[in-house]
């Protein structure tokens, strides 16, 4: 038997270094901690009669009210289980919940919530931290239903009567129930509905983990998890070795043509998922032993649907339980960007915060590029969801850029779980992501700025105005009923039970759950990993490519190498308060030159109000965009008219061209005469003399004052901590000391040959 280890491989997979380097690290012993406790070793340790009551209008067969990593596994030889019936495995964690006469689909329609969520909805029910939650108000007299949430196939269960998979070995048809096998370890980080594809119910009579040597007598569904076959080398043919692509994914053969077999992904297909490309014969082979592909893709007018829809996101429960999180004003959060990842590899999203780092303060804390330490509290990404969204927002933005940049579909935790706790997220997606979140003014949306000045601008106005903070908050004010359907359909997916895909699949088939199609078209969406972010490329941010024991997975010091760090010193950008590094009370942020030059580039939304701006609508767009443009010519304007001046004396229009040649010719040949036909006294040519000398030290000193200037002016332009409108007046000012310098020069020629200028 194997236990379901809590393992995450979201940005980084920790590769098992004990057996490698006979050593152990802090990372290893956390994730050693976590082993066997899951989503499942949650605070709610009992099942409430409210959920009891829930779970049985949805027919569910049994419900775990607790477990350990063995208590997924159904007792062998166990009574028999049939839906509707009170005849149930005998195991002592499990409690019955149906009706005599319950059968799958009775009760609501669509997908059911599972079980850990609603327990989680009835604890924020009765918070008095969500007396003012929009959800709260949504679903209160809508429970277990939640038709606020409504699911992506409501009438699932009622346009046909009869199944297309029927058990290969337990039953005649799927109203007596199928036995489902999980073999090998699974993934279930930030997957909140992950325990129920662990509990008997819905059309499941039993669940089995206890596979051993690839044995799968008796498992009428067949499930595989991408973790195993990715980072545990489970049920590989071919090199068999961790991310190697010349690995083919294959199962041990069917017992029977009747079994069915479902594969999870939850990997980026450009990341480690590599299976699931179809660009290469390995890839291709691995998609033809798949027959219902599980992932991110539920869009059902996409021809690259999954069979079952699998999304990362967040849960109605996970909402409200970060309200209060969300709820934090703008004083309680550090001005900061932050990022936590222990995967460098990916070098084009880190280069892309390097240099964001350098215009505008970055907290990177995690193994990855750390110029701040984390926490000390700070549990990991394997600990206790709402202890990290509580650590985690204090930050008042949050860098969450996939790893793949931008992958159609693929959006993961790093964005939900940012938007549920109120840290605002940097991001780049397809064109289709904004469906899936509930406001576009909820996010730093990266395609929205033309340079990295534009942005830091933008994270700096939000960081020092209470109304456009607020811009970037008021969606979770409203209710969900507002919110796009997409997203809401995602956020009822991840709440449902996770059985719901797979039974609704064996009930109604391919016409409705297209199978996976290796041969003939590409079967995942293709990563964009040169999109352009600002006027650059994702992959052409300059910066240093990924050591080798970050290719590993390792720490620096587990590999005896020194950290290399180029995301820049945020200090230099902020003023500290107090030794308290991860407080918001300690730091303020410290650029007066970067808020002045938002309050002019963004000078336009800042007048106007919310309802103003709603009302304007598409047709003063443009009126807006003039509006910048006096804005920003106003803030450069005395500059400017130096500069004009400078040109001015140095080029001058045509009519003052024609009239200096003149005067030059005139000026040239009276000169010329004099010299011939006159003579000046002793006393007048050595105070002109005097006056020639002054004249040469006066132009000597500017020259020298005009190049020590220049110098300084490069030095600040060069510097990192130099600030976008810093660097807008000194562009200028370079630009007037090399005008200054050029007429100097002029003058100087035009003084040797007795021209005045």
């Given at each position: 038997m194997r236990a379901q280890y809590y393992r995450s491989v979201e940005d980084d997979v920790e590769q098992r270094r004990v057996s490698t380097l006979g050593e152990n690290d802090d990372d290893d012993e956390r994730a050693d901690d976590a082993a066997g406790k899951g989503f499942g070793s949650s605070p709610f340790s009992r099942v409430s009669a409210f959920a009891l009551g829930a779970v049985a209008l949805l027919g569910f067969g049994t419900i775990a009210s607790s477990r350990s990593s063995n208590s997924y596994n159904s007792a062998r030889g166990s009574v028999s289980f049939r839906l509707g019936s009170r005849h149930h495995s005998s195991s002592s964690s499990s409690s019955s919940s149906s009706s005599a006469n319950s059968r799958l689909g009775d009760g609501p329609d669509g997908a059911p919530i599972c079980s850990q969520d609603l327990r989680m909805i009835e604890d924020k029910m009765s918070d008095g931290a969500n007396a003012n939650d929009p959800i709260k108000l949504a679903i209160q007299n809508d429970i277990p239903n939640l038709s606020v949430f409504p699911s992506i196939d409501p009438n699932w269960a009622h346009h046909k009567s009869s199944w297309y998979h029927t058990p290969a070995f337990s039953g005649s048809s799927g109203d007596d129930g199928f036995v489902m096998c999980l073999?090998?370890?699974w993934d279930d980080s930030y997957t909140y509905n992950f325990d129920s594809m662990f509990q008997e119910g819905m059309c499941i009579k039993e669940v089995r983990t206890d596979v051993q040597n690839g044995d799968f007598t008796g498992c009428d569904v067949r499930v595989f998890s991408q973790f195993a076959y990715i980072f545990k080398n489970d049920f590989k043919q071919g090199n068999i070795t961790s991310r190697a692509e010349d690995n083919v994914f294959h199962p041990p053969p069917k017992l029977s043509s009747d079994v069915v077999d479902f594969y999870y992904a939850h990997e980026s297909p450009d990341h480690y998922g590599y299976e699931l490309r179809g660009e290469s014969e390995y890839s291709q082979k691995s998609l033809a032993n798949m027959q219902y592909l599980a992932w991110f893709n539920g869009d059902p007018d996409s021809n690259l649907r999954s069979s079952v829809w699998y999304p990362f996101g967040p849960s109605v429960g996970s909402l409200m339980r970060d309200f209060k999180y969300f709820t934090k004003a703008k004083e309680e959060r550090i001005p900061v960007v932050a990022w936590m990842s222990k995967d460098c590899v990916q070098r084009d999203r880190i280069n892309l915060l390097v240099a964001l780092s350098k215009h505008f303060p970055v907290f990177s804390m995690g193994r990855c590029e750390q110029n701040i330490a984390p926490p000390p509290d700070d549990v990991g990404r394997l600990g206790d969801f709402e202890q990290q969204q509580e650590m985690k927002s204090n930050y008042m933005f949050y860098f969450a850029l996939e790893n793949g940049v931008q992958c159609?579909?693929?959006?993961?935790?790093?964005?939900?779980?940012?938007?549920?706790?109120?840290?605002?997220?940097?991001?780049?997606?397809?064109?289709?992501?904004?469906?899936?979140?509930?406001?576009?003014?909820?996010?730093?949306?990266?395609?929205?700025?033309?340079?990295?000045?534009?942005?830091?601008?933008?994270?700096?106005?939000?960081?020092?105005?209470?109304?456009?903070?607020?811009?970037?908050?008021?969606?979770?004010?409203?209710?969900?009923?507002?919110?796009?359907?997409?997203?809401?359909?995602?956020?009822?997916?991840?709440?449902?039970?996770?059985?719901?895909?797979?039974?609704?699949?064996?009930?109604?088939?391919?016409?409705?759950?297209?199978?996976?199609?290796?041969?003939?078209?590409?079967?995942?969406?293709?990563?964009?990993?040169?999109?352009?972010?600002?006027?650059?490329?994702?992959?052409?941010?300059?910066?240093?490519?990924?050591?080798?024991?970050?290719?590993?997975?390792?720490?620096?010091?587990?590999?005896?190498?020194?950290?290399?760090?180029?995301?820049?010193?945020?200090?230099?950008?902020?003023?500290?308060?107090?030794?308290?590094?991860?407080?918001?009370?300690?730091?303020?942020?410290?650029?007066?030159?970067?808020?002045?030059?938002?309050?002019?580039?963004?000078?336009?939304?800042?007048?106007?109000?919310?309802?103003?701006?709603?009302?304007?609508?598409?047709?003063?767009?443009?009126?807006?965009?003039?509006?910048?443009?006096?804005?920003?010519?106003?803030?450069?304007?005395?500059?400017?008219?130096?500069?004009d001046e400078v040109e001015d004396a140095f080029d001058g229009d045509d009519e003052d061209d024609d009239a200096l040649s003149d005067d030059s010719r005139t000026s040239s040949n009276e000169r010329s005469h004099s010299s011939h036909h006159h003579h000046r006294d002793d006393d007048d040519e050595d105070e002109e003399e005097e006056e020639?000398?002054?004249?040469?030290?006066?132009?000597?000193?500017?020259?020298?004052?005009?190049?020590?200037?220049?110098?300084?002016?490069?030095?600040?332009?060069?510097?990192?901590?130099?600030?976008?409108?810093?660097?807008?007046?000194?562009?200028?000012?370079?630009?007037?000391?090399?005008?200054?310098?050029?007429?100097?020069?002029?003058?100087?020629?035009?003084?040797?040959?007795?021209?005045?200028?």
């Open positions: 073999p090998g370890e159609p579909h693929y959006m993961t935790e790093k964005i939900f779980d940012a938007l549920t706790r109120g840290s605002i997220p940097i991001y780049i997606g397809w064109d289709g992501f904004d469906d899936y979140i509930p406001s576009k003014d909820a996010v730093i949306d990266l395609r929205d700025y033309a340079s990295i000045d534009q942005l830091a601008a933008k994270l700096a106005q939000i960081a020092t105005s209470e109304s456009e903070y607020n811009k970037f908050h008021a969606w979770r004010r409203k209710s969900p009923s507002e919110w796009p359907l997409k997203f809401r359909n995602l956020v009822r997916q991840v709440s449902s039970d996770l059985k719901f895909g797979i039974c609704s699949t064996l009930k109604e088939g391919p016409s409705k759950h297209p199978p996976v199609e290796p041969f003939g078209r590409a079967p995942t969406d293709k990563c964009d990993h040169g999109v352009n972010i600002m006027g650059t490329p994702a992959n052409q941010y300059p910066g240093r490519p990924a050591e080798w024991w970050e290719v590993l997975g390792w720490k620096a010091d587990t590999a005896g190498e020194v950290p290399k760090v180029e995301v820049a010193d945020p200090k230099q950008f902020l003023t500290q308060k107090c030794d308290k590094v991860h407080h918001p009370e300690c730091w303020d942020l410290n650029m007066p030159g970067l808020v002045s030059y938002a309050e002019v580039l963004y000078a336009s939304e800042a007048d106007d109000s919310e309802e103003d701006a709603e009302e304007s609508g598409v047709e003063n767009e443009e009126e807006d965009e003039q509006e910048v443009e006096k804005a920003h010519e106003s803030f450069v304007e005395v500059m400017e008219d130096v500069v020639d000398e002054d004249e040469d030290e006066d132009e000597s000193g500017s020259r020298s004052d005009l190049q020590a200037k220049g110098k300084e002016v490069i030095g600040m332009l060069e510097n990192p901590a130099t600030t976008p409108s810093d660097l807008l007046l000194l562009r200028k000012e370079l630009e007037l000391l090399e005008k200054e310098n050029a007429l100097l020069t002029v003058k100087e020629k035009a003084a040797r040959l007795g021209v005045e200028v």
